[in-house]
DNA sequence: AAGGCGGGGCC
DNA sequence: GGCCCAGCCTT
């Protein structure tokens, strides 16, 4: 039995029902349902793009500290919202969610799915999410939980994008469409799981055609993912861990976040080369060579060998500045090296 | 339509 | 090691 027309109703009361009883209370579901706080909610709704709920609550936290309102994140400097955003990734989020707080801070935020379309960083999924949790607007949220939870309710290997909408939209509740998309997605993360789902404490498996086939994590199939690519980069360390002369990355890797002077070395090229440029770009000379590491990212894997220098432009305090992982990991080579060297380990 | 964009947790 | 995550933007 899938959910055809005749068991919507069903498969909507039911999954209403366990949410009443088994939702998730998150810091961003504050006030009555479907008359939610829009900032909190577009706050979290971005913060949540591809970043596993656990994690984005903690950010989420850290991020309402800082800025409490729409007009405080306005008013605030790109570095501050990067440096509260630092580790979460994604960082064209944090920036996007800065440019639209100073789209929107004088006329009030968005009232509706258009106007919330128009912000950067905010798409498809995260429009429906807030005209539904906060206007009570009947828009059928998309995102990956949805994705997997229709596609095993529908016994769908493949489903494309305009048919999860289209399922979504048949069995959103239209009388509760803020609760109905929390629901799916606590489903989704809590029940619904991409590895081994919890189909015994699942309150839809009576119509659900993945837990019928006896192979439910099987829907739907894995997506082909692009291959990982290979890089290397140099970078020179002028200073210690604490204060270091540090740059500005542009560009959209890593875009805004702080890092360690570094070049990446070419096709074709030795890393000299690139030590090369970078030592003339700065003005500083290389007294040795500190180590390397490596750092796997969705899509890239970066080699980078960190070397030691005298001279440079000015330094920064390393703690002040919003950095990536990998420049953690290159400045964690000065702190284990002077660790050995006063033989505290 | 496809590829780029972080980082962590889990298998 | 691979896969996934409350996606979006660019080409």
Same mark, same amino acid.
């Given at each position: ?24 209370? @998150? ?13 909190? %909610? ?11 709920? %656990? ?37 064209? !989020? ?10 929107? $801070?004088?006329?009030? &935020? ?22 539904? &949790?906060?206007?009570?607007?009947? !828009? ?12 095993? @309710? ?17 069995? @959103? ?6 609760? #109905? ?46 291959? $990982? ?6 970078? &020179? ?22 890092? @360690?002077?570094?070049? %990446? ?17 700065? +003005?500083?000379?290389?007294? +040795?060579?500190? +180590? ?13 060998? $960190? ?10 305090? $390393? ?13 964690? &080579? ?7 060297? #006063?033989?505290?380990?």
């Amino acid at each position: 039995m899938t959910p055809s027309s005749p068991h919507l109703p069903a498969v909507r009361a039911a999954l209403l029902a366990w949410f009443d009883r088994s939702g998730r209370a @998150l810091p961003w579901r504050v006030g009555p349902e479907g008359r939610r706080d829009p900032y909190r %909610v577009w706050v979290s709704e971005v913060l949540l793009q591809q970043t596993q709920v %656990v994690r984005g609550q903690v950010y989420f936290e850290r991020f309402m500290t800082a800025f409490p309102t729409v007009q405080a994140l306005a008013a605030a400097p790109i570095e501050a919202v990067l440096k509260a955003w630092e580790g979460c990734g994604y960082y064209a !989020r944090a920036r996007n969610l800065h440019r639209a707080a100073g789209k929107v $801070v004088g006329e009030g &935020l968005p009232t509706t799915y258009e106007g919330w379309l128009a912000l950067p960083g905010v798409g498809p999924y995260t429009a429906a999410a807030v005209v539904s &949790l906060t206007l009570g607007e009947a !828009r059928a949220v998309n995102d990956g939980n949805v994705r997997r939870v229709l596609a095993r @309710l529908h016994g769908e290997k493949q489903p494309t994008d305009p048919w999860v909408q289209a399922r979504a939209d048949d069995l @959103l509740d239209p009388e509760r469409p803020g609760a #109905f998309n929390e629901a799916v997605m606590d489903l989704g993360a809590t029940v619904c799981t991409p590895k081994v789902p919890k189909c015994p404490d699942c309150p839809v498996s009576l119509w659900c055609a993945a837990f019928q086939s006896g192979q439910p994590a099987a829907y739907p199939a894995p997506k082909v993912r692009s291959a $990982v690519r290979e890089m290397r980069a140099v970078a &020179l360390l002028l200073g210690d861990a604490r204060e270091a002369v540090l740059e500005r990355r542009e560009g959209t890797l890593l875009g805004g976040l702080m890092g @360690l002077p570094t070049e %990446v070395v070419d096709e074709g090229e030795t890393p000299d080369q690139a030590l090369a440029r970078l030592v003339t770009r700065l +003005g500083a000379r290389v007294t +040795g060579e500190l +180590g390397t590491v490596t750092h796997t990212m969705t899509h890239r894997h970066v080699t980078l060998t $960190v070397f030691t220098g005298v001279g440079g432009p000015g330094r920064s305090q $390393v703690a002040d500045e919003p950095l990536p992982r990998l420049d953690h990991k290159a400045l964690e &080579l000065w702190t284990r090296r002077e660790a050995s060297l #006063f033989g505290t380990h």
